[in-house]
């Protein structure tokens, strides 16, 4: 299944980039012919995917709510063990969807810390994204934040899990009851995840997942939206078909976010494949956990081993007010092996337009968003990185460190160039 990228030269020769002079930075031939990218797709068994493949196009029954939707939908939610999955083309307008479906308008709250999806998914329907700040152990919301944010004019809040990670979501839970609000989650990183034992996709009213191709499950592009909520799951559904209610009667206004049958397809042969996909990519987070630890001011970020996880993200803080380099530096240094570790999700949704115009003064309100943004990179994994690659990547890592004086050095240097 897994297909390795290929190491320049032989394995040997990679034992030999002991010296500064063996790093890319200073002329050497990159670690990685090919770029190790932080993620390529998880393809399942490619013979299973054809097959569905040949039937869908002797079906001709491409979209629509096909027979692979479907039973994508009903695998979704038995495996999630939530009443209602409606398959959608992306978790963007599955976003959309839930938040409209939800009545939310006004302001709706949301952490910065996130892919811009999150906010433009609330700006895109008018509503005021309002960007709270993060708890550095979580990543996730802060609830204190948010019921400091909310005003008058605010119906909503939207937690993000990211990296797969659980959101304060019994504190938010409380919150929304209090204070009345519709609460959902963005869980675009956590399909296959758990919180106490629940899986993602049964808190608050509604959740979404993404399948996008570089998410743990893929259906190329695509999405979902989860719920318990029979009333909403019918709201959704007929949203998602331009408000059809059945042939020439619409019944509501609504968009076009069918998922095909090809995506599908792709999905439900993932599925077949998920826990390989889960056991590689646990195995790669605790070789990074292990190679790298000890080093100073380099921190990867723990998931909690106890619930179910999908280890989809390798997340690594670099404090540079203790690492010898900062992430920045890092990063190029690895850039330049071909290792394309990427910041996420730099610089902040705040610091984007347009809500960088917005709120020019957002960032003084998030410190914690603003810590992470400096620190956060992430490391290739999922099924297409092995064992041989991170032990590269952490060696190339350790040797960086290293000679960090004369690497930085070298940065600037380059930088002053125009390199
Ligand atoms: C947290 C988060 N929300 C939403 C999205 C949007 O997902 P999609 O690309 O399926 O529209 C992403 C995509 O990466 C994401 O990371």
Same mark, same amino acid.
């Given at each position: 299944m897994a297909c390795q990228p290929r190491l320049s +030269? $032989? =394995? &040997? =020769?990679?034992?030999?980039?002991? $010296?500064?002079? @063996?790093?890319?930075? #200073?002329?050497?031939?990159?670690? #990685?012919?090919e770029p190790l990218h932080v993620g390529r797709p998880n393809i399942g068994r490619r013979e299973s995917f054809l097959e569905r493949v040949n039937a869908i196009l002797d079906r001709r029954w491409l979209t629509n709510n096909g027979p692979c939707v479907q039973q994508f939908e009903h695998a979704v939610a038995k495996f999630l063990g939530v009443r209602h999955c409606v398959a959608v083309c992306n978790a963007t307008i599955a976003l959309e969807l839930a938040i409209r479906a939800l009545q939310m308008k006004g302001e709706v709250i949301v952490p910065? *810390?996130? *892919?811009?999806a999150t906010a433009h998914a609330l700006q895109w329907q008018g509503i005021t994204p309002v960007f709270s700040d993060v708890v550095p152990s979580t990543h996730g919301i802060d609830p204190r934040r948010v019921e400091e944010l909310i005003t008058p004019r605010t119906t909503g809040i939207i937690g993000v899990h990211l990296w797969g990670k659980p959101c304060a979501v019994e504190a938010l839970a409380d919150i929304a009851h209090r204070r009345g609000l519709a609460l959902m989650f963005?869980?675009?990183?956590? *399909?296959g995840c758990s919180h106490q034992g629940r899986m993602i996709g049964n808190f608050g009213r509604a959740e979404v997942f993404s399948f996008h191709a570089?998410? *743990?499950?893929?259906?190329?592009e695509g999405g979902a939206i989860t719920t318990n909520d029979d009333e909403l799951a019918v709201a959704i559904r007929l949203m998602k078909n #331009? +408000?059809?209610? +059945? &042939? @020439?009667?619409?019944?509501c206004l609504g968009t076009n976010g069918k998922m095909n049958e090809i995506s599908a397809a792709m999905a439900l042969t993932g599925f077949e494949s998920m826990d390989a996909f889960v056991e590689h990519n646990r195995r790669n987070y605790r070789q990074y956990m292990e190679e790298l630890e000890g080093l100073p001011g380099l921190h990867i970020f723990p998931y909690d081993e106890s619930e179910k996880c999908n280890y989809q993200y390798v997340v690594l803080e670099v404090d540079d007010t203790a690492s010898p380099l900062s992430r920045d530096e890092l990063m190029t240094a690895l850039r330049a092996e071909n290792v394309l570790a990427r910041r996420y999700f730099y610089p902040g949704c705040h610091r984007m337009e347009p809500y960088a115009s917005l709120f020019p003064d957002a960032g003084a309100h998030l410190p914690e968003t603003e810590k992470l943004t400096r620190r956060v990179l992430v490391l290739p994994t999922g099924t297409s990185v092995g064992t041989r690659e991170i032990r590269l990547v952490c060696h190339i890592v350790r040797l960086a460190l290293t000679h960090s004086t004369l690497v930085r050095k070298r940065i600037c240097e380059q930088i002053r160039l125009g390199l």
């Open positions: +030269g $032989r =394995w &040997q =020769w990679v034992k030999t980039k002991n $010296r500064i002079e @063996d790093l890319a930075i #200073f002329g050497a031939k990159p670690a #990685f012919e910065s *810390f996130t *892919f811009i963005d869980a675009a990183h956590a *399909f570089t998410k *743990f499950l893929n259906t190329l #331009f +408000g059809f209610a +059945g &042939q @020439d009667k619409v019944v």
